[in-house]
Nanobody
Framework: QVQLVESGGGLVQAGGSLRLSCAASGRTFSSYVMGWFRQAPGKEREFVATISWSGQNTYYADSVKGRFTISRNNAKNTVSLQMNSLKPEDTAVYYC????????????????????WGQGTQVTVSS
């Protein structure tokens, strides 16, 4: 069982940066693939980024590639999303998600692949 709590959201001007964090409970955090998803008003939740439990493999949505960076600290049970060059279209509630995984290289982009979700943190980018 894993409980996830996101933090770091807020209001920022276009072109600015924010760093989201997700704190996870549980002793086996290092065996979980982690992902970030987002949901804008009136839209479906979409994939943003994912990282394997080893941290060796990452994958990004095309819309954030080159601007966002996902990372993890297994010793501190945290995963982060550094968001640079933010755009108004990045405005959304951002969710952290986790899935237990036996392979140290696996990662997932589908929402249905994740078992655990945080409550979300709001990111608003003004133009």
């Amino acid at each position: 069982q894993v409980q996830l709590v996101e933090s770091g959201g807020g209001l920022v001007q276009a072109g600015g940066s924010l760093r989201l964090s997700c704190a996870a409970s549980g002793r086996t955090f290092s065996s979980y693939v982690m992902g970030w998803f987002r949901q804008a008003p009136g839209k479906e939740r979409e994939f943003v980024a994912t990282i394997s439990w080893s941290g060796q493999n990452t994958y990004y949505a095309d819309s954030v590639k080159g601007r966002f960076t996902i990372s993890r600290n297994n010793a501190k049970n945290t995963v982060s999303l550094q968001m640079n060059s933010l755009k108004p279209e990045d405005t959304a509630v951002y969710y952290c998600a986790a899935r237990w995984e036996g392979s140290d290289s696996a990662y997932y982009t589908s929402q249905g692949s994740y078992n655990y979700w945080g409550q979300g943190t709001q990111v608003t980018v003004s133009s």
